[in-house]
């Protein structure tokens, strides 16, 4: 059992296998800086899209919050109602 919570799945391990070694191995300035920006740029797009799935989540726990509110409303309300 890992102590990892957010173990990668071995297809991400080897994309920055694959990214590690390019970069010790480049040479070029020009080739590096490029790579850079397009790592920053997949690192502002993971974060934007996992604020928004933080969102949702929560957004989705609330309403299952207000749901069970109301029927617990509702049960306590048809336990004090007078039976006809």
């Given at each position: ?15 920055t ?29 993971q ?38």
């Amino acid at each position: 059992m890992s102590t990892d919570p957010v173990e990668r799945p071995l297809e991400q391990t080897f994309e920055t296998e694959k990214l590690t070694r390019f970069i010790q191995d480049c040479q070029s300035l020009e080739e590096l800086r490029q790579t850079a920006l397009f790592l920053v740029q997949q690192l502002a797009q993971q974060k934007a899209a996992s604020a928004w799935m933080a969102s949702r989540a929560s957004e989705s726990e609330n309403a299952k919050l207000e749901m069970l509110a109301k029927l617990i409303r509702r049960s306590s309300d048809d336990e004090v109602a007078p039976s006809s």
